[in-house]
């Protein structure tokens, strides 16, 4: 009940207002017009109101509060509409006619959303639409088919009629109304068609005409002059409602977004111009400024994938301001620093910038649209012609100069050329397609052996050019490729004028004529014969040894790798001739060369092309057995071995017997790589050698021997690495005096491998694979280096030092470089002489007699002592005692372990001092393993033990003080 009675009251009170809307009528002023009306503009006594864009008219008319809202249009202030408002614009017509009239109101702002226009006759109490259209409406729902909003109004005599207009747009929308004459309308709107026309016409002429001069002159300045030129008739055209008339009538949607997108591109390419006109000139502030225009352009270019309405209204407006702004601010500046063309530039961009200020102002109802549309673009037009204008004339004055300029250098290039062409060092050549030759310079008939053009030319005209090159189907193929088009460079073998050969590398390019058949080919030919020679030369020896004419490494391992990539079966020769080393230190280099050269040919002469031969380096030798096994590959082996078993190397006056050691390895792996495989057979070779050599030894990775042979390889990679990176750790183990006690330090210096997953190894390991593959004297030098560095850094512990005991190897002894290596480290660390005593074995010392007697000639007069180690394990110790002046000699530790049950040692021992001491040499017991042995050792009158039973190795570090 309740519910019912509130509807029933609500309907009540709208009776009533409608009824006695009268008694709160809105007492607004009346536009008067009679029969000889022309124009109106309802401006003084025009409304408006801003409301939310959902309140219905009714509201605004039956509502005293809403109705008396509304204010005069002289009191609005023009601001951004949001989406979510409308303007109301309302005036009261009366006509005083005696007869009907057709009129027209006018509403001129083509890009209002939506416009909706209602009259509402107070007297009847009749309200009406006339009209819903819009920008966001197809156009042919308008009421009248006109650019602007234009709405059809017929008057009774004396009738009196209140017009309601609702626009809607998410901008700052005019406030202009206007009432025609229905005919004067029609001619009004006639007369803006035509002007708007001409105005679009001229720009869309001036984009045609820098079009055409882009494409003439190649220059991106008239590309981008001519996109302005389309961008700015397309943006004219939105706002007076063209291009929504006549060019997508049917597709509202479009005016959302088209105005930004047009506008953006114009702004893009005018920002482009400018930077152009400029010379991309301005510094890192002319920079920053154009990149800022042109990423605001492009900004809103495509702000309506990203914006909406109001935003991009405000885009528009401030991408405005930017660009004009600080394009026309550069211009100033331009124009201050540069002539009178750049004045010119800026007089035009100025008109340019006043001209979009004032069309800004006047699309949003600060400025009067009556007449200023068209002079307005008549201004930007004048504005823009004098940009092009601008640009034209400095384009023109640059070209007319450049032609000045290159009409100038034109006959000093033609000169140039004649003299280069006739001084030339290639030969150069002009012939027609037929082979006629037009000419040549002096180098081309040097190079064909002619005294003159004329001889030439007589030989050309009997046989045509063809007869210059050794194959006639080279000239043919070389016309064939020049009508595809750009320079060629041919490798071609030619014939001089007496027949004989020569290559030549000729460039050659096609010249048309009024046709085909008048081309000319122009070429230069340079003489590579001596390049080609020297070229086959390097890549021969590029894959075969200087030598022995073999193949080398390289191309022997290439070959390798294309057997194990496309996993074919093989077979691996490693050859070492045995004598090799003997006859080229017995007799000389030239002697060891003569005898590779024979065996190579030896060699080739068994394989007979079955295999590929090379020679690796020095005496080594490689063969590869292609789809061989390892036993069929034995067979040739067993050949080769017989060949150079049986083979005599004569040198002078001397014949040699030649044997050769052979490792056999098949790439039964399959995961093997070339490096693998090659070690495989280089260790099968090696136990080969070891074995007694003249013989054949096939691959097996369990044969004890091959794997003794890959560990002691692989020590050597261990001790390169330990020595680069200083892995290595040095110990000392005390010498005791025994018989008196001795002031001050004395010990002998022993070495230890540090390893990360093995911790410290004895020497007894390592020492071997050292000696064998040549890295002791580097061992020594680190040694020696490391030691002395460490004394210098411990001041202290040297002065105590009494004798320090350095062990050095044969191979060091024998190197000619280290006696300067040893003498520049006592100089460098500043260490005593007499601190150091160098040990040498005895077996060593016997080898290498005179190398070791210079050396310790040379630092025993410093004051370095001398040791000699493991004294009496050689055959001939005592004869050679006497030739060694050493300090003393230590007693090999396999005599002193077993002193006290061995009688015979125990002799030796004694044997062996009481010679030292008749030659007054010092002797040290090695190998003292306890007390007992050093009571003996005293009894018997050794001067000094070393052992375990008397002190154990430790790190040197320890003995800091």
Known sequence: MTIKLQHGIKLWWLMLLMFCHSAFAFHAQVNSFDKQLSRLELGPNLYFQQTHKALPLEELIFDPERHHAFRLVAEYKKSLQSADQSLWLFTRLHYTGQTPIQTVVHYDFPLADVVQVYSYNRAKNDLQLLSSTGASVPFYQRALAYRSFAFPLNFEPGQELDLFIKVQDAAIAPVQLTLWQNNNFVLDQLYKNILDGLLCGVLLLMAIYNLFLYFSLQQRLYLYYSGFFINCALVLAILNGLAFAMLWPDYPEINQAILYVATGATFTCLTLFSWHVRAQQGGILGRFGFYLCLVSALLLLFSPLYANNQLRFWGLLVVTALCLGVNTLFALVHAIKGDRTAKTFALGWSFFFGCIVLLALSQIGYVPTAQAWQYLLLMAVMGSMALMSFSLLQNIRGTQQQSIDHQRLANAHLQQYYDIYHNAVEGMFTSTLQGQLITANQALLNMLGYQNLQQMQLDVAKTGMARYYANPEDRTQMLKQLQLGDNKNFEIRGLRADGSAFWALMSARLAEGDGTQNAYVHGSIVDITAHKQNTEQLAYLATHDPLTSLYNRHYFIEQLEQTLRFDHQATLLYLDIDQFKLINTTCDHRAGDALLCQISNQMQRVLNNRGILARLESDEFVVLLPHLTSNEAFAIAHQLLDTVKEFRFIWQDS???????????????????????????????????????????????????????????????????????????????????????????????????????????????????????????????????????????????????????????????????????????????????????????????????????????HFRQLGCKFALDDFGSGFSSYGYLKNFPVDFVKIDGSFVRDLLIDPFDCAIVQSIHDIARAMKIQTVAEYVENMEICHKLTEMGIDFAQGYGLAKPRPLYQQES
């Not at 560990?711 to 990176?725: F, G, M, N, V, Y």
């Not at 390592?766 to 002395?788: C, T």
């Not at 002065?799 to 006696?819: M, R």
Request: net charge negative; aromatic share 10%.
């Open 655 to 857: 014949v040699f017997s030649i044997s050769v050691s052979i490792g056999l390895a098949e790439n039964s792996d399959g995961n093997q790589n070339t490096e693998h495989w090659l070690k495989q057979a280089d260790s099968a070779c090696f136990v080969a050698k070891e074995k007694g050599r003249n013989r054949i030894h096939m691959f097996n990775a369990d044969d004890e021997e091959l794997q003794r042979h890959q560990s002691e390889i692989q020590w050597l990679k261990t001790l390169r690495q330990a020595l680069e990176q200083d892995n290595f750790v040095l110990f000392m183990q005390p010498i005791t005096a025994i018989q008196q006690d001795q002031p001050g330090l004395h010990y002998e210096l022993l070495l230890r491998l540090s390893l990360p997953d093995q911790g410290l190894i004895a020497p007894g390991n390592f020492l071997s694979s050292a000696e064998r593959y040549g890295l002791m004297p580097q061992i020594d030098r680190w040694v020696i280096r490391n030691y002395f560095r460490w004394l210098a850094q411990q001041p202290a512990h040297l002065a105590e030092l009494s004798l320090a005991n350095i062990n050095l190897s044969g191979a060091s002894l024998t190197d000619p470089l280290f006696k300067a290596y040893v003498s520049s480290l006592f100089r460098e660390y500043r260490i005593p002489f007499s601190k150091v005593c160098f040990e040498i074995t005895e077996s060593m010392a016997i080898l290498n007699v005179h190398q070791t007697l210079d050396f310790i000639s």
